[in-house]
């Protein structure tokens, strides 16, 4: 059920080989033409877009374009209505890529037939091991009975590393978001501030050395002065892991990712590098998020 305007295939659309909808080479993930509705209304309308490996994709918008329902449809944590994800994992560990292709989700047709749904759930399972995640609020993704340092090393443990590993490399990444794991590494969220709850929450996130990482909105619930410190953190992220970046802001995109999709009442109204789109907008939407950028 496809509906409303192929903006992906527009020729208004600022082209870019890399967010074609072929399939690149080092793709890691591929949204195909993905449709979700609420209660009879497009939340997302026929989004195509590739991530490769190493290359961050902004997700732009302002409040209530789709940006969250896209994403959670990328990561396989919400169904389409219609269109597929395919979840290629990385070349690295595969001889053959085609055969870690899998699709995560597919619409009715594909549904119906068994192997699809045993693809989707191995894609999934594999899509979830493999990446992380980074939401908005760290408060309310912290567990506040929790350590710093056990929180982080808590999806080691899940995945069957023994206590004093996981806390040994819980610490190696606590240091590696700028935080001394002696010092916060004993203390409940309550005892931390914004900025730092963030960054054990991206600690939590790059323990298990994901193939993908996916920021929600990853700061908007902090302080502006504690902003700097995760668009650091997360800007020396670049070109290590696969990154889809939810913003607001096309300024903080410009710090963070390589590659950009402007969304706007769920349809993809420009696409292309974030310079490109900076530097030659061709959407009047696009031209407003610019004035507004506040980097
Ligand atoms: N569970 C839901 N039930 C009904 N409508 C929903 C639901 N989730 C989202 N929507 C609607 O879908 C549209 C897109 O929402 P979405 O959260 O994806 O936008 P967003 O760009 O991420 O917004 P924000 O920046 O505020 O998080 C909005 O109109 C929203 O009201």
């Known amino acids: 059920m496809n509906q409303g305007p192929q903006l ?3 020729p208004q ?6 967010l074609s909808d072929g399939i690149a080479p080092d793709a890691i ?7 979700k509705f609420y209660r009879g209304v497009p939340a997302v309308r026929d989004v195509s877009f590739t991530l ?20 959670s449809i ?14 290629y994992g990385d070349a690295r560990d595969s001889a053959d890529t085609a055969h870690s292709r899998d699709t995560v989700h597919s619409g009715e047709t594909a549904d119906s037939a068994g192997m699809s749904i045993i693809n989707n759930h191995a894609a999934l399972l594999r899509l ?6 980074v939401h908005q609020d760290p408060f309310a993704s912290l567990d506040p009975r929790w350590s710093a340092l056990r929180s982080i090393a808590e999806p080691l443990r899940a995945r069957g590393v023994p206590r004093d590993e996981a806390e040994r490399q819980a610490a190696q990444t606590l240091q590696s978001v700028g935080l001394d794991p002696r010092v916060y590494g004993v203390r409940l969220p309550v005892d931390l ?21 996916l920021a929600d909105e990853p700061m908007s619930a902090i302080d502006v002065t504690a902003r700097l410190q995760i668009l650091d953190v997360l800007g020396g992220l670049r070109g290590k892991v696969a990154m889809l970046v939810v913003l607001h802001d096309l300024g903080v995109a410009q710090r963070l990712a390589d590659d950009v999709i402007v969304m706007h009442h769920g349809d993809v109204v420009e696409r292309g590098t ?11 939407y696009t031209r407003r998020l610019i004035a507004a950028a506040t980097l």
Do not use: F, W
């Open 13 to 18: 659309v600022n082209q870019n080989p890399q």
């Open 8 to 10: 992906n295939h527009s």
């Open 128 to 133: 979830r091991r493999e990446s992380g995640i």
């Open 74 to 87: 990328a990561m396989g944590l919400l169904r389409p209505d219609c269109g597929d994800v395919e979840y």
């Open 274 to 284: 974030v310079d490109q789109v900076l530097t030659h907008p061709r959407d009047s």
């Open 193 to 213: 501030s914004g900025g730092q709850a963030q960054r054990v929450a991206i600690a939590r996130a790059l323990v298990v050395r994901p193939r993908l990482l």
């Open 52 to 71: 490769r490996r190493g290359r961050s994709l902004a997700v732009i918008g302002e409040s209530g374009s789709g940006k969250t329902t896209l994403t």
């Open 29 to 35: 993930l591929r949204v195909s033409h993905v449709t």
